[in-house]
Each structure stands twice: as structure tokens, then as C-alpha cells.
């Protein structure tokens, strides 16, 4: 793998493991007892899922959804694509993802899946959030809080469809 544009790591894999550990923490208490349909949004959410449920210790359903953006970008016009395969109405949705940057996109989704679903309610699980983020209305989960807005990549942040299988979080150097 060609590591030229990858610089300082952010995240170690420990930091990551307790960052997973912590979020899941924050939805077994929420969901106890609870039945939740997770949402995945691909592609990068998928390697933060994969741990995460793991952990969770309530009853799950899985689906996917996905909406092509570029990191920072705020005003992604991109289509959402849903696959919908399970009944949303009356349920617990959380929405998976790796990371809230500039929260364009999954400001987006949420509007989306409020607009066109009668849901229980929704909420928002990542590993990271950045600072200059949008307001989305809605309950999150995440472990760290960056304190800048530097492009990463690794853990499921690509750039260029790749460094997404790194196992840790770094800055990329363009």
C-alpha cells in the first residue's frame, strides 16, 4: 500500500477499540430491552458497524443507505439511496456512520428518514465528530470530539476510494 499520503495518526487502534466500547456503552443504556433497526451508511460507516454491533447488547436489524459526498462538503446534493429492507414505522433507528465532518450529508439522511418513515425515533452513532459541523436535530453517540477539521483517513475515511482498510486514524497529506 502506497502510505504517501498518510501522516499523523489521530486515532490509535487502542483509541478506536474504546471509542467503539464507549459509544456502544451509550446505546445499551438508551436501547435496553429496546428492538432497534440500524442503518448503515455505506461506504464508510461499515467498518465502524462491524465493531459496534458487536458490543451492542439489544436486539438489532440491519439496513443500508448511502449518498455520495465529498469530506467537507456542506451543500451534498447527491441522491440518497435507501435499500429499505425493513418496515421502519414505529421503530428505533440508529444511523451508523464513521464520522460527522462538516454534517451536510447526515443532516441529509436524517431528513430523509424522518420525511419518509413514521420511526419511533432516531439517533446517530459515530466514532468521531468534528467542530464545524451543522446543527442535526437529532440524538448522536460518538466517542471523540476533534478539536479541528483536518481530512483523515483510515477506519472507513477514504480518499480516493482508498486507505479505508487502515486500521487507524490519520491525517491525510495531500
Known sequence: MNTLHI???VLD??????G????????NQKFNNESVVIITVIPGGIIFTADLVRELKFDISMD??????TPGDRNNSSEIIFHHNI??????VVLIDDAIESGGTMKRICQFLTDNFELSSLSIATLFVK???VLIPVEQYYA???DNDDLLVGY?????NKFLNIPYISKLIK
Open 7 to 9: 501522516g499523523e495518526c
Open 87 to 92: 418496515n421502519l414505522k414505529n421503530q428505533h
Open 156 to 160: 472507513g475515511l477514504p480518499w480516493n
Open 64 to 69: 443500508y443507505i448511502s449518498c455520495l459526498h
Open 144 to 146: 471523540v470530539e476533534m
Open 131 to 133: 467542530p464545524g459541523r
Open 20 to 27: 467503539v466500547s464507549n459509544v456502544a456503552l451509550q446505546l
Open 13 to 18: 487502534t487502542e483509541q478506536i477499540k474504546r
